[in-house]
C-alpha cells in the first residue's frame, strides 16, 4: 500500500469491512470467504492500531470472527446450508470464548483489588468508570445494600455461572439467558464500547433450535419451517449422499478443535495463575486470548483538560485559558453525561487511562497537544468543543488535573444544573507552544504539524 496516504487506506478498509458486514446483516447470508475478508482486514487495522486498538475487546472481536468463519459454508450464500450443519466443534468454541471470558474476568477482580472481597467495588465504580452514562449518575446513589448486592451478583456471574456450561442442556440454557442478562445490564449502566454487545454473541451458542424456535416465524417459506423439514428427514433417514466437501468439511473442524486445545494451554495456565494477566495474546493471529475487565477499581476520579489561550505570555494573571471539550468524557460540570453504547470514543478512553498516570507515560497527548497548537481540523473533529472555531489557533496549550465526583441529585449543585463537580489538583502537563515541541516531535520521528490560520 503506498503508506504516504495512510487516512486514505484506513478509511478503504474500514469501507470495505463496512459494505461486506452490511451484505451479511441484511441478506442473512455469509461463506467463509467474506467472514475470512472481515476478520483479516480488522487484523490489519489491529495490528496498526498500536494503542488506540490496545482495548481488550478488539482481540475478543477477532477471537469472535475467527470462529465465525467456520459456522459458514465454503462458498454457497445461503440463510439455511443444507450441507453446512453447524459444526459442535464451533458451538464449543463459542462456549469455551464465553466461559473464559467471564471466568478470567471474575478472577482477575478477585485476584487484583480487595474491594472486590469486602464488597465495596461498586461504591465507586459508577462513578470512576471510564465514560459514564446518565443512569450512571444516579445508580452511583444508591443504598449501600444495594451495591453489596450488586457485588455479590458479579460474583456469582462471573465465577460460578460459567460452569453451568458443562452442566447438561437446561443449565447451559439458563447460563446464556443469565449471561445476556448481565449484558443488558452492564449496557445500560456504562458506556463500555460495544464490550457488551460482542459478549453476547457467544452467549447465543447456549441455545438449541428448540430454546430459540419461538423467534422465528412458522411459515411454508420461514427458516423454522425448513429447519423442522431437515430434521423430519433426518429422523426419517433421508440423508443426503455423502459430499466429498462434507469429509473435507470434518476435517477442518477437527483441526479447528485441535488448533484451540493448543492454542487454550497457556490461556488456561494464566487463568490458574496467581499473577493472571488479562486481554493479552498468547499468538500473533490473537485465535485465543485472555480476557478480564476492572481487575482494579479507581476509587477517586480525575480528569486532564486541555485548555488553550492567544495571549503572548502563559504566565501573565490576565491570561484567559479556554477548556477543549471532548465528545463524550467528563470536562463542563453542566454537561450531561453522553449515552453512546456500542460506539466507541477511542480518544476519550485514552484520556480516562492518562489522568490516573502521567504525560510521560503517556507521550501521544503532548503530540495531541501540537496537534491543536496547529489547528490540525482532522484532530478537532475528533473533538466536540474547539473554543477557538473561527480564530487563529491558541499561543499556548496546557493541561490541567482536576478531581470529578458526580453532584448529589437533590443538592445545591444539581439544582443549579450540575452533574459534576470537581476540584482543581494541579498541572498536568506544562504551557506549551508549537516551536517548544519541535525536538520532542523530532526525537519520536513524528512529521511538525503546520500552522492552520482559521480565520473568519
Known sequence: MDWSNMNFNLDLLALVGLGLSFFVLVTGCANMILMATLWALYMSLVNVGQIWYSFGWESQLLETGFLGIFLCPLWTLSRLPRHTPTSRVVLWGFRWLIFRIMLGAGLIKIRGDKCWLDLTCMDFHYETQPVPNPMAYYLHRSPWWFHRFETLSNHFIELLVPFFLFLGRRMCILHGGLQILFQVILIISGNLSFLNWLTIVPSLACFDDAALGFLFLSGPRGLKYQV?????????????????????????????????AWLSVPVIINL??????????????????????????????????????????????????????????????????????????????????????????????IHLAGKLLAGDSETLSLLALNPFEGRAPPRWIRGEHYRYRFSLPSGQHAAQGKWWIRKRIGPYFPPLQLEDLKDYFKTREWPMPELHLDTP
Not at 440423508?239 to 476435517?251: D, L
Not at 488479562?278 to 493471529?285: A, G, R, V
Request: net charge positive; hydrophobic share 35%.
Open 228 to 260: 423442522l423439514k431437515i430434521q423430519k428427514e433426518d429422523t426419517q433417514g433421508v440423508q443426503p449422499k455423502p459430499r466429498y466437501g462434507c469429509t473435507v468439511r470434518r476435517v477442518v473442524n477437527f483441526s479447528l478443535g485441535i488448533l484451540v
Open 272 to 365: 490458574l495463575s496467581s499473577r493472571q494477566v488479562m486481554n493479552t495474546s498468547f499468538n500473533p493471529l490473537r485465535i485465543v486470548n485472555t480476557y478480564g475487565a476492572f481487575g482494579s477499581i479507581t476509587k477517586d476520579r480525575t480528569e486532564v483538560i486541555l485548555q488553550g489561550t492567544t495571549s503572548p505570555n502563559a504566565s501573565a494573571p490576565d491570561a484567559v485559558w479556554e477548556d477543549y471539550e471532548f465528545k463524550c468524557k467528563p470536562g463542563d460540570p453542566w454537561r450531561r453525561p453522553c449515552l453512546i453504547s456500542p460506539y466507541h470514543y477511542r480518544l476519550d478512553w485514552l484520556m480516562w487511562f492518562a489522568a490516573f498516570q502521567t504525560y510521560e507515560h503517556n507521550d501521544w497527548i
